[in-house]
């Protein structure tokens, strides 16, 4: 904006950069998202063991043991 106003350079300035910001936010809200949603993904199978063996006389924690192990390497 050669020449123009001073005042409406730094207003531009400060636009693009609010416009730049807001893009950013956006972006680190899906990212967030898609973190949330992988993570409680991997953590289905350990919920539903959690739900099998809720009353079991003898919990298979192997099994738990598992299933974590496999999340937590698969998901990091």
Avoid: C, I
């Avoid at 207003?11 to 809200?29: I, K, W």
């Avoid at 350990?46 to 192990?69: G, K």
Wanted: aromatic letters at 2%; a negative charge.
């Amino acid at each position: 904006m050669t020449g123009a106003d001073p005042v409406v350079e730094a207003a531009d300035h400060v636009l693009d950069g609010l416009g730049e910001s807001l893009r950013l936010r956006r972006l680190r809200d899906g990212l967030g998202d898609l973190a949330t949603a992988a993570a409680s993904q991997a953590l289905r199978p350990v919920q539903a063991w959690l739900e099998d063996n809720r009353h079991a006389a003898t919990p298979d924690f192997d099994e738990l043991d598992r299933l974590v192990n496999h999340s937590e390497t698969r998901h990091t």
